[in-house]
């Protein structure tokens, strides 16, 4: 049996977390657009197999903005889309099977989107990102723990900012019923994204 990865992407993103003495010096205020270009973004999985080793993959098709309000970071968005067809776990009989009505049904369900809903600042760089997860016709609120990497001018004449997110998701609430067995209800997500600002 083969475990599989949804995300959330997602997404995604919180770039929601911004330290507020940060802003105070530099004022990261705009919309940004994930670095699809030069993919320096990833959304990645962890779920058990059998419950003796981890079996790891990716989304590599995903897209996505944030807005970052620098004086009220609670008011900051972000949203994601993610091709579920895109799954990649190094092992191309494993995807099919991913892919498939069993799992995604990727066919029926080509993208699982992402749209927040809340931010909630826990420290200077982390927050607490709430929002709203479809994957597989379902959609429910997820919550991600987010962190703020780093922000600044790039040697383009552009400005970024990255961010990383990781949420834990049981695939029962999203209608993934198939049973990998009590150590694989779970599927961890990671999530990294670079955005350009606009």
Same mark, same amino acid.
């Given at each position: 049996?083969?475990?599989? #990865?949804?995300?959330? &992407?997602?997404?995604?993103?919180?770039?929601?977390?911004?330290?507020?003495?940060?802003?105070? !010096?530099?004022?990261?205020?705009?919309?940004?657009?994930?670095? @699809?270009?030069?993919?320096?973004? #990833?959304?990645?999985?962890?779920?058990?197999?059998?419950?003796?080793?981890?079996?790891?993959?990716?989304?590599?098709?995903?897209?996505? $903005?944030?807005? &970052?309000?620098?004086? /009220?970071?609670? /008011?900051?968005?972000?949203? !994601?889309?993610?091709?579920?067809?895109?799954? %990649?776990? /190094? +092992?191309?009989?494993? %995807?099919?099977?991913?892919? *498939?009505?069993?799992?995604?049904?990727?066919?029926?369900?080509?993208? =699982? @989107?992402?749209?927040? @809903?809340?931010?909630?600042?826990?420290?200077?760089? $982390?927050?607490?990102?709430?929002?709203? #997860?479809?994957? +597989?016709?379902?959609?429910?609120?997820?919550?991600?723990?987010?962190?703020?990497?780093?922000?600044?001018? %790039?040697?383009?004449?552009?400005?970024?900012?990255?961010?990383?997110?990781? $949420? $834990?998701?049981?695939?029962?609430?999203?209608?993934?019923?198939?049973?990998?067995?009590? =150590? *694989?209800?779970?599927?961890?997500?990671?999530?990294? &994204?670079?955005? &350009?600002?606009?």
């Amino acid at each position: 049996m083969y475990k599989l #990865f949804t995300t959330p &992407v997602l997404a995604l993103m919180s770039a929601l977390m911004l330290s507020s003495a940060a802003m105070a !010096a530099d004022k990261p205020a705009g919309t940004y657009h994930f670095d @699809t270009e030069g993919q320096h973004q #990833f959304i990645m999985f962890k779920i058990s197999h059998l419950g003796y080793s981890w079996l790891y993959g990716r989304f590599n098709d995903f897209d996505g $903005t944030f807005t &970052v309000d620098a004086d /009220n970071p609670e /008011n900051s968005t972000v949203e !994601a889309t993610i091709k579920t067809a895109s799954l %990649d776990s /190094n +092992h191309a009989e494993r %995807d099919k099977h991913l892919r *498939s009505d069993d799992f995604l049904d990727v066919s029926e369900y080509p993208t =699982a @989107t992402f749209k927040s @809903t809340g931010i909630e600042k826990t420290g200077d760089e $982390t927050a607490r990102i709430t929002g709203d #997860f479809t994957l +597989h016709g379902v959609t429910k609120p997820v919550t991600l723990d987010a962190r703020l990497i780093g922000y600044g001018d %790039d040697p383009w004449g552009g400005y970024r900012m990255g961010l990383e997110a990781s $949420t $834990t998701l049981k695939l029962a609430d999203f209608g993934i019923t198939k049973n990998l067995g009590p =150590a *694989s209800e779970t599927v961890e997500i990671i999530i990294s &994204v670079e955005g &350009v600002r606009q």
